[in-house]
């Protein structure tokens, strides 16, 4: 699953110790063949820079649609991260303390014309998205990475700095966007170009077991 | 007052940037225990995240949360002054931690910037005996809040096709958790700690269902039909395959805590109230 792609110079692969699973090394820009060459279950390792962006960042996205030189970050080819970080201004530089994804569900109703207006190819966040965002990823060549909830201070040392930020009095801080550095951070793929998602499959499984323990009680009466 | 409000700060920074006791060694169990590979590496990274945060002193989480209190003030002392210094604290805890600034206020959709604002922290204040002031303090995470579900029993409850009755009884109570848990599955950070509180008022189940969000782990409910009710649910639950981050496994939560209210005859409320892995909380005595 996790096999070497040839001819693809930005897309190398790395053994990370006899125990870990194999993972891929992503740099953004993110071409469209990146993407399409990702499937569900491979982990990767995210570097180069990438923009946050949550609930009201995606709300104005959708409705404003302002144009891209409005914007001051590239985000075409760009990773947008489901992430409210806390960022600490020491003199004039950002530090970042503390950086996890946040619910990506949240921001489905928006997702698939960010990513077809503004020509994403990557979302990082937690908990996966919709049939939606699922269509968008699959129409327009993206893919759903989805990293680890709550590990904060883990994932702030995987990004080496915060090169940004735009809308951070209008939205607030946690709200803004904010372009970040990412260096080997890590994440799994769970929704791909080919329309699959590992977060349907496992609320397919998780359905079947449902149907089954609410079936219980009445069996043993 | 101002040792207070310096207790109260420490408070907030062992709150933030460490978790329980209890709930690492549930996390660590949950790890041992697990047999699912992606499950598993998340597990280990989110306990190396616990270790680099108390190491380095730095939130666990960039969502430092709700801040919730629950305050016992002996007899005369003020309420009023404890509110105020707990605000006083929390502006300070905020630049100095630092906490994200979580205070938005609905009217403008500004932040305040410090963790204050309307009823916000939240803070419950009593009367108690004893002479010392006990403060128990929750950072609760907004992914997991938004997870939380109240129904009135009976209920029909629709899964995929199918429909299920939940009616008033333990077995309709374990239905709508599980109903609330399926629909949940890994978007508020599981594994999960659960509370969970059955009465007749829909504002006293939601205050008691996310105060069990306090009581430890290991804690075994005094009355015997309902402790037996909680782990009974928690068996449950963990058969449902969500697993540790929503990608599959045996653990999707690590315990669950109910309470029980008298009710009305005409109502029959369960409110769950859902916490993520990081379940921050800590008490100060005074």
Request: aromatic fraction near 6%.
């Amino acid at each position: 699953m996790l096999g070497k792609q040839k001819g693809k110079a930005d897309m190398v692969s790395s053994e990370d110790g006899s125990q870990k699973t194999e993972a891929r090394t992503l740099k953004t820009p993110l071409s469209k063949d990146d993407v399409l060459n990702l499937k569900i279950g491979d982990m990767v390792l995210i570097n180069g820079l990438v923009v946050t962006g949550r609930d009201k960042v995606h709300k104005f996205l959708a409705h404003e649609k302002p144009d891209k030189k409005d914007i001051p970050f590239e985000l075409y080819g760009g990773i947008i991260y489901h992430c409210g970080p806390i960022i600490k201004k020491v003199d004039d530089t950002y530090k970042l303390i503390a950086a996890s994804p946040t619910t990506s569900m949240r921001v489905e109703m928006y997702e698939a014309d960010v990513i077809k207006a503004y020509g994403i190819r990557g979302i990082v966040g937690k908990g996966g998205m919709g049939e939606k965002t699922l269509n968008a990823i699959k129409e327009y060549g993206c893919v759903y990475l989805h990293t680890i909830s709550g590990a904060a201070a883990y994932l702030a040392d995987r990004i080496k700095n915060v090169r940004d930020g735009w809308k951070i009095e209008e939205f607030g801080a946690p709200e803004a966007m904010w372009l970040l550095e990412m260096e080997d951070f890590p994440a799994i793929v769970t929704m791909d170009a080919a329309g699959n998602s590992l977060h349907k499959d496992i609320e397919k499984i998780s359905l079947t077991k449902l149907k089954r323990l609410f079936l219980e009680k009445r069996e043993s009466e | 007052m101002l040792k207070l409000r310096d207790g109260i700060i420490e408070l907030y920074k062992k709150v933030a940037t460490s978790i329980p006791g209890d709930v690492e060694d549930a996390l660590k169990t949950a790890y041992s225990n697990e047999t699912e590979h992606l499950a598993k590496e998340s597990l280990d990274i989110i306990l190396q995240n616990i270790k680099i945060a108390r190491t380095t002193s730095r939130p666990i989480c960039q969502d430092t949360g709700f801040p919730v209190f629950y305050v016992k003030v002996p007899k005369g002392l003020s309420h009023q002054l404890v509110r105020d210094i707990i605000m006083d604290a929390t502006r300070i805890a905020t630049n100095k931690i630092p906490l994200r600034p979580n205070a938005v206020d609905v009217i403008t959709e500004k932040n305040t910037g410090d963790n204050v604002g309307d009823y916000f922290p939240f803070v419950y204040t009593e009367e108690t005996e004893e002479q010392s002031l006990i403060v128990d303090l929750m950072l609760k995470g907004g992914g997991c809040e938004n997870l939380g579900q109240t129904y009135k029993l009976p209920a029909v409850l629709t899964f995929g096709d199918k429909e299920a009755i939940a009616e008033r009884d333990f077995d309709g109570v374990r239905k709508c958790i599980l109903d609330a848990v399926f629909k949940a599955q890994g978007r508020g950070c599981p594994p999960y700690t659960i509370g969970v509180a059955i009465g007749g008022a829909k504002d006293q189940v939601a205050f008691l269902s996310k105060k069990q969000l306090i009581r430890r782990i290991p804690d075994i409910h005094p009355n015997a039909a309902i402790a037996e009710l909680e782990n009974k649910i928690l068996n449950d639950i963990n058969r449902l395959g969500i697993g540790t981050a929503g990608l599959g496994g045996i653990t999707t939560a690590i315990g669950i805590k109910i309470a029980t209210a008298h009710r009305h005859p005409a109502s029959y409320f369960v409110d769950i109230s859902f916490s993520c892995w990081a379940n921050r909380r800590g008490r100060l005595i005074w």
